[in-house]
C-alpha cells in the first residue's frame, strides 16, 4: 500500500536553487512570502494531500461521478467534504488577488502546491484549476461590475467555474464554434447551443457554476475574429449578491471515460428552453483572443498535472519495489535467497528512467514559473520583458512534454508491478488511466508543437531558442570545466543535447516557411527534444548547486549526492536520445508526408 508524501526535500530544493525563490518572493507585491509563510503553505498543504485527497483517489476512481435522473450530478463519497475543506482552509485562493479575497502569493508557491493536489488526486483539483482559469478570464478582461459580482465568490471557492470552449465540430479548431449570443439590447445577451467534455459542467460541491462561454453573435465575421466571451452562470445573481432565478444552461449528460472518473466530464445545453442569459466579457468578437492570453496559465498547469501524476507512479512503484521479492539478485552467491526486486538492475534503471524524468520536468516547470512570477512583476521593463519571451517559449515544452513524459513514466510504474500493475488494486493503472488526458485537454500536443516551431521558434526567426540555447551551454560549460568526474560527465553529454537543438531549430526556421508540411511533421519530435534537452540542463544546474553544498557542507550530503546520481543518469541514460531526435527532426519530415491519404 503507498501513501502519497509530497517530496518537501526536494520541491525546496528545485525552489532555492533553481526557481530563486527568495529572488521571486523579493518581487513588490509578494512581501508576504516570507521564509515562514512559505514553509508552513507547503507543510500544511504536504498534510492536506496526504491526509484528505491522497485517501479518496482509488475510491473516486471506482465510484465515479454520476447524473441523476433530475440533471444533477453526484460526485463521489468524501469529494464534496474535502472541497469544502480545500476552501475553508484557503487554499482556493492562494495565488489570486488580494482585491479578491485571495492571498496573492507567488505563482513559483502556488506551482508546488499544485503539484501535490495533482499527485494526490488529480480528478479532485480538476474544479478548482478550471475555477481559476474562469477566474482569470474575468480579472483580465471583464468589467468592474462582472469582477465585483462573481470574482469575490469565486475566489473563496464558494462558486466553481467552467470553461466552454469544445463544440463537436469545434476542438482543436475553436474558429469552428456554433454557439449563438443574441444581444438582448439591456446589455445582455441570450446564448444558444452545445458544448462537449465540459469539466465540472456540474457537481454538488457549490449552490453555483459560473460558466465562461464561446459564442458568436448574429453579426460576427467568420472563424476565429468572430468569437465573444460571455459569463453564464447556472443561477442568476440579484443585485445584492443573492442567488435569483435558475438559467436555462443543463448538464444533457456526462462521458464515460478512460480515466479522472471522479471529475464529472459534462455535455452542456444552452438556450433549450429560451435562452441562457450571459454577460459579455470584455469586447465582442475578441474572445479568442482573451483566451489566448489565459492560456500560458492552463497549459502551464496541465504540464504540471504530468509532473503530479508522474511523482505518484514513481511513489508507488518505488514501495512496490521494495516489498515484493522475486528471482535472485544477480551476481549472488550460490544458495542466496530471494531478493527484492528494487535489487534487480532492470528495475533499477525504470525507477531511476521514472526519477530522473520527474524531477527533470519539475525542474523546468518550476524554472518557468518563477519567470511567469518575473514577468509580471519585475520592476524593470526589460526584465519582464526578457522573462515574458522565456515563459512564452517554455510553455509549449513544460505542456507538452511533462504530459507525454508522463505517459511513459505511467506505464513504467505498472511495468515495475508486473501483472499486479495491470490488476486495478494496486492502483498503478490509475495513474496510466488519469495521465492519458493530459496529452489531449488544453491542446494536444500536436497543437502545442505547431505553436512551438512557428509562433515560439520561426517567428522570431530562432532568437529566443538561441538565447535559451546559449543559456544552456554556459551551464554545459561550467559542468564540462569541473574537477568533479560525475559534473564533468554530465557536462559532456549535456553539451552534445544542446548541439542538437541548435542543430534542429536550424533547420525548423527556413523549413518551416518553405517546407511547411515537413516542418509540421516534425514538430512534436523538435518539441520533445527540447524537452529532453532543457530537463538535462536543469538537471545540471542541480548538480552544481548539490556539488557546492557537499563541498561547503551544507545540507544533507545524501540528498545532495543523490541529485548528481540522478543528474549524471539522466545525462549518460537519456540525454543520448537528443542525437537522434535531432536527426529525425531534420531528415525525416518528406518521409512521414509522402504517402498519399488513400494509401492508409
Ligand atoms: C476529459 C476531458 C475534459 C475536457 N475538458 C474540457 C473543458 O473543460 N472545456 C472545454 O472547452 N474542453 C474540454 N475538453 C476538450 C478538449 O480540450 C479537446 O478534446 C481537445 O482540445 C482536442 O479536441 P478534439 O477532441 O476535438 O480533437 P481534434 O481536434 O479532433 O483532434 C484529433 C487529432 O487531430 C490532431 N489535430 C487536430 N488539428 C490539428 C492540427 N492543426 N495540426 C496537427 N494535428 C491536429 C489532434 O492533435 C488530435 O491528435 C475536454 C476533453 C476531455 C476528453
Partial sequence: MSIYHAPLAEMRFVLDELAGLDQVAGLPGFEEATPDVVTAILDEAAKFATNVLDPLNAGGDREGAQRLPDGTVKTPAGFKDAYRQFCDNGWNGLIKSTEYGGQGLPH??????????????????????????????????????????????????????????????????????????????????QLFGQKIFITYGEHDYTENIIHLVLARTPDAPEGVKGISLFVVPKFLVNADGSLGARNDVQCVSLEHKLGIHASPTAIMAYGDHGGAIGYLVGEENRGLEYMFIMMNLARFSVGMEGVGISERAYQRA????????????????????????????????????????????????????????????????????????????????????????????????????????????????????????????????????NDFIGRKTARDGGAVARVVADEMDKVAQELARHGEPNLKAIGARLAEGVAAVRAAAAWIVPANGANP???????VPYLMLWGLVTGGWQLGRGALAA???????????RFLVAKIQTARFYAEALLPKAAGLAQAVTASGDATVALPAEQF
Avoid at 370 to 397: C, G, L, T, Y
Fill in 517 to 523: 508540411r515537413a516542418a509540421h511533421a516534425v514538430a
Fill in 108 to 189: 513559483l508557491l502556488g506551482t508546488a502546491v499544485e503539484e501535490m493536489w495533482h499527485s494526490s488526486n488529480l480528478a479532485f483539483n480538476l474544479c478548482a484549476m478550471l475555477t481559476q482559469g474562469a477566474i482569470e478570464a474575468i480579472a483580465l478582461r471583464g468589467s468592474k461590475a462582472l469582477k465585483d459580482r462573481y470574482l469575490p465568490n469565486m475566489v473563496a471557492g464558494t462558486w466553481t467555474g467552467t470553461m466552454n470552449l469544445t463544440e463537436p465540430q469545434a476542438g482543436s479548431d475553436l474558429a469552428a464554434v456554433r454557439a449563438r449570443a443574441v444581444p438582448q439590447g439591456d446589455g445582455t445577451y
Fill in 547 to 557: 556539488q557546492k553544498h557537499l563541498s561547503t557542507g551544507i545540507g544533507d550530503a
Fill in 318 to 449: 518505488v514501495a512496490y519495489a521494495k516489498e515484493r521479492t522475486q528471482g535472485k539478485p544477480v551476481g549472488a552467491e550460490k544458495g542466496a535467497t530471494g531478493a527484492k526486486i528494487i535489487e534487480h538492475p532492470d528495475i533499477r534503471r525504470m525507477l531511476m528512467t521514472m526519477r530522473a524524468q520527474t524531477e527533470a520536468m519539475r525542474a523546468v516547470a518550476y524554472v518557468t514559473s518563477a519567470a511567469m512570477d518575473n514577468a509580471h512583476r519585475h520592476p524593470d521593463a526589460e526584465a519582464r520583458k526578457r522573462h515574458q519571451a522565456f515563459v512564452d517559449f517554455m510553455i509549449p515544452i513544460v505542456k507538452g512534454c511533462s504530459t507525454e513524459t508522463a505517459q511513459e513514466i505511467a506505464s513504467l510504474g505498472i511495468q515495475v508491478h508486473g501483472g499486479m500493475g495491470f490488476i486495478e488494486e494496486t492502483g498503478a493503472a490509475q495513474h496510466f488511466r488519469d495521465a492519458r488526458i493530459t496529452t489531449i485537454y488544453e491542446g494536444t500536443t500536436g497543437i502545442q508543437a
